[in-house]
């Protein structure tokens, strides 16, 4: 894993190429060399509208599904556990055309989260993500809840 989180070009492959991304036509168009960036697409196929030949909401959902935690994961570093406690979406307007979430994390967050966690505690960072559409008019919005909690043998 390692690896993996050492090379941001790597594990955007890995996620372009991951079924559920690929099968739903989702695409991690733009990572960040220091994972503070990540920009999500999602086009509009035949094989992922829904019954009114819009977005499915499932892939809106999903396009935002393991960012926090990868980007998270891969800055903090293997010392930590972090995964996915909670998730909600608010649809907002039908996605007509291609979607994307812009999803950002900044340095004070992570000096928040670091805070939070130093002695050991389970912390549950909550995110907002706006998936827009290509006229920038808001489709839909996704909170995320994750938890973070660093392992044992890292606490001080």
């Known amino acids: 894993m390692k690896l993996i989180f050492s090379r941001p070009w790597l594990l955007r492959r890995l ?10 036509g989702i695409r991690i168009e733009q ?12 086009a509009l196929r035949w094989w992922n509208k829904n019954a009114n030949r819009t977005q499915y ?8 599904d393991p960012v926090y935690s990868m980007m998270l994961m891969a800055v903090l570093g293997p010392g930590y556990y972090v995964w996915d406690r909670e998730a909600r979406i608010t649809f907002l307007r039908p996605g007509r055309g291609r979607v994307y979430a812009d999803i950002h994390l900044s340095l004070e967050r992570l000096a928040e989260i ?43």
């Open 31 to 42: 990572l960040s060399r220091d994972y503070s960036y990540c920009r999500v697409g999602l």
């Open 15 to 24: 996620l372009n190429g991951w079924p559920p991304f690929w099968g739903a």
């Open 114 to 156: 670091r805070d939070a966690t130093d002695n050991g505690a389970k912390y549950f960072p909550h995110f907002r993500i706006n998936i827009l559409d290509e006229q920038g008019e808001l489709v839909a919005e996704v909170e995320r809840t994750l938890y973070v909690r660093k392992k044992a043998a890292n606490r001080h």
């Open 57 to 64: 909401g499932g892939s809106l959902f999903s396009m935002t």
